[in-house]
């Protein structure tokens, strides 16, 4: 149905007629991505993948992605302030997340990683509740099935599986919702990423792969975990593959909505890789400035999804001053209210780690519990 | 019919087969389970009447099959699903250990997880490598999980049923090399709740508590040693996760004496969970300390040497009769 399906491309000459180059060659060459907007803000058109969205509309995707980045700047600043024990920023990835967010139905369901806060964001999570993890007062802090956003997931690749079983599910139900598994590169190596393609092959289940590749899993290139491009591991599995600009809002919308669509009309899973860059550190506890170039970084600052959809709202006269102003206010806003509700979140009571472990009880849990209850109650009898 | 003659085996089969017709959530999941019927023929028949898309032949991938179902247990669905042998657990274990067993408390309660992971073990039938081995204490070990594991028929019937209706996920142990023994099985009469220990066999002088395999053994040795004037109670413990504290301590302070039985290594097993607790709760009731038989602290060995590996009767009542002799 695509150009850039591996089913319907030839193999490139490059990669098999050069031998010398046969670990180097597929690492250094980057396949046709599909673009609909140019970092310099010029529309270009793609003969597979196209968008017709209103002025208002391109406002909204611009909004999402100014206001996830200062959410995420004043997560990283109040990492930084001891508020947070860590964050795992999304700097770089705003528009691989809000278009392929803000493609999804409201039926549809979501397995993110643990970096997916402009994902969450489109799906209406509270983003003061993606803190309670990172500060350590919850594992979670969301109910999934409100907003059909799962909890992150820490381990890697872990929910792939989880996405597959599910979209099984939803296809046994008789629905016509789709499910999307978020990953990144690094994931992609381990083996349930692959056991989740393959489940989802012969299935034919409705997910869509979304992999955010931003080149690094903490300090490893994406040429330590592969030796073809990404797309193309979908080949192998028997189902589409298709490299998208992961800076190009517009484009990982489109891509990702017909990747949806193939998964409600039965043609089972996609593998969208979105090719982009974590301008940050994989977490506050790391220092890229310890494995990769600055070079690197600016150059794809060049590329940075929010300048780009800027420049080309300013151009085309779909955004006005006072849009960019009020936005500019709005963004103060956030940041300041989540500043704020992070600061007043209280510590869990101590018994709630002794909750929720079993649905039916255990009584070893019982017992433990009652133990720590008699425990606390010696420091109280104590004190008066 | 009330009550009838059966296999484990037969009886684990009648029970997925009444799960599968009672709920049109349960689903069984795993390699070969559907036109073989599993390669101990637990789910015999069962694709056949229910279908391709309520028993699922998967691709032979271990972690997939746990994870996928744990996606569809959140999509409301309950899965049962097979793993081949004990051995072979170990690629999915990280999906038990680090997803099923945790996301019910990172919900803070929002998610229950209904899954049923049946696991044939131990040893005894002469099997090649990674096919006699009893893991059940590095899952007992993980919070979260529930373990357990039938002696009989029809505990296996039930248990099954009770396993299958709890949302919490249950590990399910199945003693292979009893899956031929024969019991009755009585489907109607309300059974024991599912972690609650059963004395086997009454007795005065020594406890001896044991669960899944080691039961027939044990109650093999009670037997022989009554021969020789000693009354011995046997509990079968059902439940690995939780245990019944209570059933031990109150047969522990009527005897004095309590050997725990199990195949597993000795070592970090749960015969040491056991003995410690008891020991705690009964310090002053004990006229022996708790001993354990057990496994060693060595891989399993080849089949040739599994009857010197596996505890036996003469290992129980040796060890019977140094309790006594304290």
Redesign the interface.
């Known amino acids: 149905m695509t150009v850039e399906s591996t089913a319907a491309r030839k193999p490139r000459r490059s990669s098999s007629s050069r031998r010398t180059s046969a670990a180097k060659a597929p690492q250094s060459s980057e396949p046709q991505l599909v673009q609909l907007l140019t970092p310099e803000g010029e529309r270009v058109e793609h003969p597979d993948y196209s968008i017709d969205l209103s002025p208002e509309e391109l406002r909204g995707l611009y909004r999402d992605m100014v206001l996830t980045r200062r959410f995420d700047s004043e997560a990283t600043a109040l990492q930084r302030q001891g508020e947070l024990g860590l964050w795992a920023s999304l700097l770089g990835q705003e528009a691989a997340q809000i278009g392929s967010g803000r493609a999804l139905r409201d039926d549809d369901y979501v397995f993110p990683t643990y970096r997916e806060h402009g994902v969450a964001w489109c799906r209406g999570v509270d983003p003061t509740n993606l803190l309670g993890l990172f500060r350590g007062v919850?594992?979670?802090g969301w109910?999934?099935?409100s907003n059909n956003f799962?909890?992150y997931?820490l381990?890697i690749g872990?929910q792939?599986?989880?996405?597959?079983?599910?979209?099984?599910?939803?296809a046994?139900?008789g629905g016509d919702s789709a499910v999307v598994a978020y990953f990144g590169d690094g994931a992609t190596s381990q083996?349930?990423v692959g056991?989740?393609f393959?489940?989802a092959a012969?299935y034919n289940a409705p997910v869509v792969f979304f992999c955010q590749n931003n080149q690094w899993a903490i300090s490893e290139p994406t040429a330590r975990q592969t030796r073809v491009p990404l797309y193309q591991r979908a080949q192998g599995y028997g189902f589409p593959g298709v490299r998208v600009d992961g800076n190009d809002v517009l484009a990982c919308l489109a891509v990702t909505k017909a990747s949806l669509e193939r998964a409600r009309s039965g043609e089972g899973p996609t593998l969208v890789e979105a090719f982009t860059y974590r301008m940050g550190a994989h977490t506050t506890s790391d220092d890229p400035t310890k494995y990769r170039a600055d070079e690197e970084r600016a150059a794809w600052e060049a590329r940075d999804p929010i300048l780009r959809l800027r420049t080309y709202l300013e151009k085309q006269k779909f955004a006005d001053e006072a849009f960019f102003t009020a936005l500019e206010a709005e963004s103060e806003a956030l940041g300041k209210g989540v500043r704020e509700a992070v600061r007043a979140m209280p510590d869990p009571e101590p018994m709630a780690m002794f909750?929720?472990?079993?649905?039916?009880g255990?009584?070893?849990?019982d017992?433990e519990r009652a133990e720590f209850i008699a425990y606390q109650a010696s420091f109280v009898e104590e004190g008066n | 019919m009330a009550a009838e003659k059966m296999s484990i085996a037969k009886a684990l089969n009648e029970s997925l087969r009444h799960a599968l017709d009672t709920d049109p959530k349960v689903l069984i999941m795993g390699e070969d389970v559907g036109k073989l019927g599993g390669v101990f023929r637990i789910t015999d028949g069962l694709q056949k009447d229910f279908g391709e898309g309520r028993v699922i032949d998967t691709p032979l991938a271990e972690s997939g099959i746990v994870g996928t179902a744990i996606g569809l247990a959140l999509r409301g669905y309950r899965p049962v699903v097979e793993i081949q042998f004990d051995g072979f657990v170990f690629p999915a274990y990280d999906q038990i250990v680090t997803q099923l067993a945790k996301m019910r408390a990172r919900s803070l309660g929002k998610i229950k997880l209904p899954v049923v992971v049946r696991i044939p073990y131990g040893g005894g039938i002469g099997a090649v490598e990674h096919h006699s081995e009893s893991p059940e204490s590095l899952f007992a070990h993980v919070s979260g999980l529930k373990v357990v594991s039938p002696s009989n028929a029809h505990d296996a019937y039930w248990m099954m049923q009770q396993a299958l209706q709890s949302d919490d996920p249950v590990i399910f142990f199945e003693p292979k090399r009893r899956y031929w023994d024969k019991g009755e099985v009585d489907t109607e009469t309300i059974p024991v709740p599912l972690h609650r220990a059963v004395t086997v066999r009454e007795g005065s002088d020594l406890t001896l508590v044991a669960y899944g395999p080691m039961v027939k053994v044990c109650l093999e040795a009670a037997a022989a040693a009554e021969e020789e004037g000693r009354s011995v109670e046997v509990l079968d413990l059902r439940s690995m996760s939780p245990i019944d504290f209570d059933a031990i301590q109150a047969s522990v302070e009527k005897t004095g004496r309590l050997v725990v039985v199990h195949e597993a290594p000795v070592f970090y097993g749960s015969g040491a969970e056991i003995a410690a607790r008891i020991t705690e709760r009964s310090f002053y009731h004990l006229e022996a300390p708790v001993l354990r038989v057990g496994g060693y602290h060595v891989p399993y060995p080849p089949a040739r040497l599994e009857d010197e590996y596996l505890p036996g009767l003469d290992r129980v009542l040796d060890a019977v009769d140094r309790s006594l002799a304290y």
């Open positions: 919850n594992h979670g109910d999934p099935a799962h909890l997931t381990v872990s792939t599986l989880h996405a597959t079983g599910y979209a099984m599910g939803v046994k139900d083996g349930d056991e989740a393959t489940f012969v909750d929720h472990v079993y649905a039916d255990s009584s070893l849990v017992e």
